[in-house]
């Protein structure tokens, strides 16, 4: 029995079990616990889904429940959660953080509310409903209404110390709005997420230098916050949000609702989304309300928490080993299905990167079909080890690009050779390069795929705004051999513009205004529009702002450009190598020729 690699969660009854079944089925559990509890914690890179882990542990617990001999004192379930390892400081919790118990089943919502219901000794209790946040849990702590420090969950009572990170988040204020009621401690439970946009521009950023990526938007804010240097998280779009005072020096209000509110005054955000409710039915609304609008939130949320209101009560429901009895998880289906991997592609990015992905059959996962899986590098594509014909566990985190979680085991089936990235660019045929992580394309503007879509980076909002000029409009401009590069832009003639399917003299003459109008861009946008590799709007500012003209950054070295703080290696050698280029050269002098005037940037500048 083995919940390592294939976790089957089809478990036989427990009372045909014998207690030597039993035993050996607790140890292989306890085992398998570990394991993903070291993959989740340590390493932020679990291999199985929160619900998967859940019916493991609900599963030990049972066993343990109905042959009491079997609990050892190093099982998982006499632990809060996982051992924290690392070199933050530890803090310990000024109380401790319990988690929830998680329920896909409305009968376990319904048992959770006849215990409240019969220990309150009236019909009617009050519960405060909360979505589910799916990020990184925290304590934060105040003294005197001042920031002291915030720290991970840890093991529920000793945490590590990631003030540094927290701190970089706008959202938590350093001081409380409202410090009277906030004197001596506050310590207070938070979550902290990032925003699934955040997440994939994250994710693509990591490819592109070479780092593993994050499997969720979970595991970025928990990979993040726990990082030793603030330079990295400051600037991600991280957010918290609060939901429960764990401790104060001063008194509290007597129920959540108050509590929430009181929150809120001192200036900690609390959900919009939260509500309260009394009945059974309310909580089925709210329930299925959130699964609705999951989609459409930028952050992910995997259920909603039912709390009861009353602090009174709370205590006299009390705690489990883990779990507090006045709330309970009541989680949304998992985003999770199974499919076939019908090939894997390779597509060639705007900087020449070629990145595997997955085409799949077809498949429903929570509403939406998924039909392609980014693999993200061919290190990735080997580690998860996929094979055209692959049965695959495909997992929509809620966020719009679908991920292979694994590779599901078929026994007797001879797979395919393992994938491997081709040797020349399936777009222009030209040989590939490979550097780190990456394959590369070095055929810059004349490899049609780069072409296509560094036009349309080009002409977007955040580079020369361009306004028309999308993706079809750039497909049919170089396979009609219109243009070749970016400064046959500016040669194109109304009429060539008009002769493009979906174009009549109104529309061409208003794209061809709209690119001689862009012909004046600050030095920061132009840079960011040329789509020099590892120059996003961040690098491309910076870099402006070093050097104030095109002409001086294009006469610096590897070297200096590498000085300039902030700026890695691999960037700077991609600025140089850009400006090297005879062919790139070539392009900028059309450009200029053409009446390009990039305005340079106000202020002294570093001389190459
Ligand atoms: S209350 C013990 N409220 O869910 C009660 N938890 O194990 C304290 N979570 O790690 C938790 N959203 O980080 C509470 N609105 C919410 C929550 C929430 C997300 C997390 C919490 C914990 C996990 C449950």
């Given at each position: 029995?083995d ?90 919790h ?16 319904e ?74 401690r506050?310590?207070?439970?938070a ?55 764990l ?51 930028d952050y ?102 679908p991920?292979?979680?694994?590779r599901?085991?078929?026994k ?6 393992p ?48 306004k ?10 170089v ?33 061809h ?37 095109l ?34 050269r ?23």
């Amino acid at each position: 029995m083995d919940f390592r690699s294939k976790p089957d969660t089809n478990f036989r009854n427990i009372d045909d079990l014998t207690e030597k079944e039993a035993a050996e089925e607790a140890r292989a559990l306890r085992d398998g616990i570990n394991y993903h509890d070291h993959l989740y914690y340590v390493k932020n890179a679990p291999k199985i889904s929160d619900a998967v882990y859940d019916q493991l542990f609900q599963r030990l617990e049972d066993l343990e429940a109905a042959f009491p001999d079997l609990k050892t004192e190093d099982s998982p379930t006499v632990r809060i959660g996982a051992e924290p390892v690392s070199k933050l400081t530890k803090i310990r919790h000024a109380a401790p953080l319990l988690s929830l118990q998680a329920t896909l089943e409305c009968k376990a919502v319904e048992s959770f509310l006849r215990t409240a219901r019969d220990k309150s000794g009236t019909t009617s209790v009050r519960y405060c409903l909360e979505p589910k946040f799916d990020g990184l849990s925290v304590e934060v702590v105040y003294h005197d209404g001042r920031f002291k420090h915030g720290s991970t969950r840890g093991d529920g009572m000793v945490g590590e110390d990631i003030s540094h990170n927290l701190k970089t988040i706008r959202s938590l204020p350093l001081c409380l709005q409202e410090a009277d009621g906030a004197s001596g401690r506050v310590a207070v439970r938070a979550e902290v997420y990032m925003s699934r946009e955040g997440f994939v521009a994250l994710n693509r950023q990591r490819v592109e230098r070479g780092q593993d990526t994050f499997a969720n938007p979970r595991n970025a804010a928990a990979g993040m916050m726990r990082q030793l240097e603030s330079r990295n998280v400051a600037g991600k779009p991280f957010d918290i949000v609060f939901y429960e005072i764990l401790a104060a020096d001063s008194q509290l209000p007597p129920t959540h609702c108050e509590v929430l509110d009181q929150l809120s005054r001192w200036g900690l955000r609390v959900s919009p989304l939260n509500d309260s409710g009394s009945s059974l039915e309310d909580i089925r609304a709210f329930h299925q309300d959130l699964a609705k609008r999951r989609d459409v939130l930028d952050y992910e949320i995997d259920g909603i928490v039912v709390k009861v209101d009353d602090h009174g009560l709370r205590d006299e429901l009390g705690n489990r080993h883990r779990n507090p009895r006045w709330a309970i998880a009541w989680k949304f289906e998992p985003c999770e299905e199974v499919t076939t991997v019908a090939d894997i592609v390779v597509q060639v990015g705007r900087t020449g990167i070629l990145t595997p992905v997955a085409l799949l059959q077809p498949v429903d996962v929570g509403g939406v079909t998924v039909s392609r899986a980014t693999l993200h590098n061919a290190n990735e594509v080997r580690r998860k080890d996929i094979r055209v014909g692959d049965c695959v566990r495909v997992i929509r985190a809620g966020d719009v690009i679908p991920e292979i979680e694994k590779r599901i085991g078929q026994k007797g089936s001879k797979r395919a050779a393992p994938f491997s990235m081709p040797r020349r660019c399936p777009a222009c045929g030209s040989k590939v390069q490979r550097k780190g992580a990456y394959y590369l394309c070095n055929a810059g503007l004349s490899c049609p795929a780069q072409l296509v879509t560094r036009l349309q980076h080009f002409a977007s909002r955040d580079a020369m705004d361009i306004k028309h000029l999308g993706e079809h409009t750039a497909a049919q401009l170089v396979e009609r051999g219109l243009v070749h590069d970016l400064a046959d832009l500016y040669g194109l003639t109304v009429e060539d513009l008009e002769s493009l399917d979906g174009f009549a003299e109104r529309s061409a003459k208003q794209l061809h205004d709209a690119i001689q109008g862009a012909k004046k861009p600050p030095l920061d946008r132009f840079l960011y529009a040329l789509g020099i590799r590892h120059v996003g709007q961040r690098v491309a500012r910076q870099l402006a702002n070093e050097y104030g003209a095109l002409e001086s950054l294009a006469a610096a070295g590897q070297q200096d450009i590498g000085n300039i703080p902030d700026i890695g290696k691999e960037t700077a050698e991609s600025v140089a190598d850009f400006f090297a280029d005879h062919q790139n050269r070539d392009v900028l002098n059309r450009l200029y020729k053409a009446g390009m005037d990039v305005q340079p940037m106000p202020g002294k500048h570093r001389q190459p």
